[in-house]
């Protein structure tokens, strides 16, 4: 029978902890207002059928920074990704937007982060926005390629961040 001594336990209690504690401390973002993920329906990815994002937002006052977070498989047959961006806005006011996202490089290199077959990229598409309303926000997002049904994409996010002071 294998016996342990007490303070090497503690050692190891006390490390875990430790490590525990220093993981969640970095994962805290001060400047993060909202962020969430989708995958997107399919494979494939039909036209007809987009992601929807709901957020609610409290503060009109601080510039805000806009991402697009977005997952893609090797396999995406494309260099780049368009994409239709409505937004509606607490007043039912609603806007349109066409955005490309460039996923590699000329020579075929992917520009996104990522070991193995996902690739991950965040993109800016609003910097020091103000909200003009206090409430409840939709986006949705529509594949606008010239192919109706679309392979490789794997999620479509947003992320919404106080502008830092620099």
């Given amino acids: 029978m294998i016996t342990m001594r007490k303070p090497f336990i503690n050692k190891i209690i006390f490390t875990f902890c430790l490590g525990f504690f220093l993981m969640i401390m970095a994962s805290c973002d001060p400047n993060l207002v909202y962020e969430k993920n989708v995958p997107v329906p399919g494979p494939p990815w039909i036209a007809s059928d987009p992601v929807t994002i709901d957020f609610e937002i409290h503060d009109t006052l601080t510039p805000m920074n806009l991402f697009i977070n977005l997952r893609h498989n090797t396999s995406y047959e494309k260099s780049n990704l368009f994409l239709f961006v409505d937004t509606w806005y607490p007043n039912d006011h609603h806007t349109r937007d066409t955005l490309e996202f460039v996923l590699a490089h000329p020579d075929g290199e992917w520009i996104g982060d990522g070991f193995g077959k996902?690739?991950?990229?965040?993109?800016?598409?609003?910097?020091g926005v103000k909200f003009p309303l206090s409430g409840h926000y939709k986006m949705q997002f529509e594949q606008a390629m010239r192919n109706e049904a679309l392979n490789g994409i794997e999620d479509i996010g947003l992320r919404i961040e106080k502008m830092q002071n620099n």
Wanted: proline share 0%; aromatic share 0%.
């Fill in 118 to 127: 996902i690739k991950a990229l965040q993109v800016a598409i609003a910097r």
